[in-house]
């Protein structure tokens, strides 16, 4: 694998692209996210998130970068082939590789549970049901090709960016400056814990990296990436603002701030919108991973047919 790049597909322009890395980086967590960084660094939380936001550009223009000089549907295995060689391509790659599985079921599960709950079925079996229905949806629209998988997830991604917008739109002006204080309540370690749980709302562009040989050309996936950067950035400031500003102290204690807001701008009756939340959240992270993963299956298959290139990224 290393040294190798796949040959261009063409099967995905920037708005497709966008819709399947927004769907990569958000994700289920953020249903919880929001509350368990409150809970460890109070109103201080919104520093992690921007933060984290900061710490996410280079990151992402990064994998943006090679994904446009060296498309392969490796990733970042290719990447690690062709800097230090076929063992760390092979290290990485199904080091990967083997977590997708893992990551998936544990994705679908967690919004099969608040699926399950909205809808009333909040048992073990309504969770696994509904988890199971997920997957299959992930693996249908992705056997129906990527271009299917691609206007299916955009859809998904606009109805889901509306609903968040809704929540924090309507929401904000309930927000008031005084529950902003105290604002770091349990110090710098508490924004460091905070940090720490909030780095799982900030995977998703390695996942991405692997379908970087379907873009039309690298101009498309660098677009997407700084397409996504804004939404995600825009996304996760906004609710995480609007939950410390709206609930206070009680962000830290309600288990779904994003249901307490929508409950607060549009009322009781949007609380079962979460419901759709979960659904969008999880198919979007499932979908792409589910897309990478096979990318990168094929090429961990063909990896010890190829001849091995050691010239390290950049000569």
């Not at 998988?149 to 917008?165: E, P």
């Not at 720490?196 to 996942?207: C, K, S």
């Amino acid at each position: 694998m290393s040294g190798t790049t796949g040959q261009k597909t063409g099967r995905l322009g920037a708005v497709q692209g966008t819709a399947l890395l927004v769907g990569a980086v958000l994700g289920p967590g953020m249903l919880v996210l929001p509350h368990l960084a409150a809970a460890a660094a109070g109103p201080a939380s919104v520093l992690a998130w921007t933060a984290l936001l900061l710490l996410s550009v280079p990151v992402a223009l990064t994998f943006a970068a090679l994904g446009a000089r060296y498309p392969d549907g490796g990733g970042v295995a290719s990447f690690a082939g062709l800097a230090f060689g076929r063992r760390a391509s092979a290290v990485v790659g199904w080091w990967f590789y083997g977590a997708v599985p893992v990551g998936t079921l544990a994705g679908a599960l967690v919004g099969g549970e608040y699926v399950a709950a909205a809808v009333g079925a909040g048992s073990r079996t309504g969770t696994w049901v509904v988890a199971g229905g997920l997957l299959l949806l992930a693996f249908a629209s992705n056997a129906a090709g990527l271009r299917t998988s691609g206007r299916l997830q955009l859809g998904m991604v606009l109805a889901l960016v509306t609903v968040l917008a809704v929540a924090v739109v309507t929401a904000a002006p309930h927000a008031e400056a005084a529950r902003f204080t105290p604002f770091a309540p349990y110090g710098v370690a508490g924004v460091a814990d905070a940090a720490g749980v909030l780095l799982f709302a900030f995977v998703g562009w390695e996942a991405a990296s692997h379908l970087s040989a379907e873009f039309a050309d690298g101009r498309g996936l660098t677009r997407a990436t700084v397409t996504t950067l804004a939404v995600v950035s825009v996304l996760y400031l906004g609710v995480a603002f609007t939950t410390v500003g709206v609930l206070g102290r009680d962000a830290a204690e309600t288990p779904v701030p994003l249901a307490a807001l929508l409950e607060t701008g549009v009322g009781a009756a949007a609380r079962p919108v979460v419901g759709g939340v979960a659904v969008l959240l999880t198919f979007g992270a499932i979908n792409t991973y589910v897309a990478g993963a096979s990318r990168l299956g094929a090429a961990l298959a063909r990896a010890p047919a190829e001849t091995e290139v050691n010239t390290p990224i950049g000569v």
